[in-house]
């Protein structure tokens, strides 16, 4: 199995001014695509048409499209869903507004616990599983702490001795990664912006879990 891992929001704290005027994210956004080896060119598949379609060249961001273009994407996914019931297409945003102080001290603390609550249940029973966040996600000084981590909770929470291959790849180069920042933006403006097209489109078709909501 292959999982691909993007976020949208960010991990700061400053909540005393609007989102990038002086402000951080109130919501972040984590999304994760799992793909079965046999279907493990779908999600690449699909972003290499919408490429096609418009025209781009370079890497097209999500937080650059527009609403026509996301709701794209939306029904292109439900196809791609349908025609391969065995992805799973699993989301997780945070209200951080609501995380206790002691936690904001950490940004990697929020980020870690999040992907704790989603991975595991999808890949305990592999016998092993690559995982590919965003290079640019990760930050310097947190090393190897979230596979680490990952791979405490498989072994002693899950009791699973899945194989957990850590590789971080570059988005820029990557449609698969494209694919989840997409999905990730369109869950997180949803929450952040209260609209998204895409994701009201989306909602029945993947799962979007909810932490620190009041």
Known sequence: MHVYLDESGDTGWTFT????????????????????HDDRKAARNLMTEMYRAYGWLGEK???????????DFAHRTINMLQAHPRIKIDCIVTQKENVQPHIRLDGNKIYNYMCKLVIPEHVQTEPFFYFHP???????????SLPDYLEMVLGFDYDSSVELRYEPLESTNNRSL?????????????FENNHSPAFDLLEHSIRVRRLFFG
Not at 134 to 144: H, L, P, T
């Open 134 to 144: 965003d290079k640019r996600s990760i930050r310097v000084d947190s090393g190897r």
């Open 17 to 36: 001014h609007p989102f990038r005027r002086g402000g951080s994210s109130r919501f972040l956004c984590l999304a994760f695509i799992f793909l079965p």
């Open 178 to 190: 494209h694919f989840v920042d997409w999905m990730a933006n369109c869950v997180w403006r949803k």
């Open 61 to 71: 961001k999500a937080a650059d499209t527009i609403d026509s273009q996301q709701l």
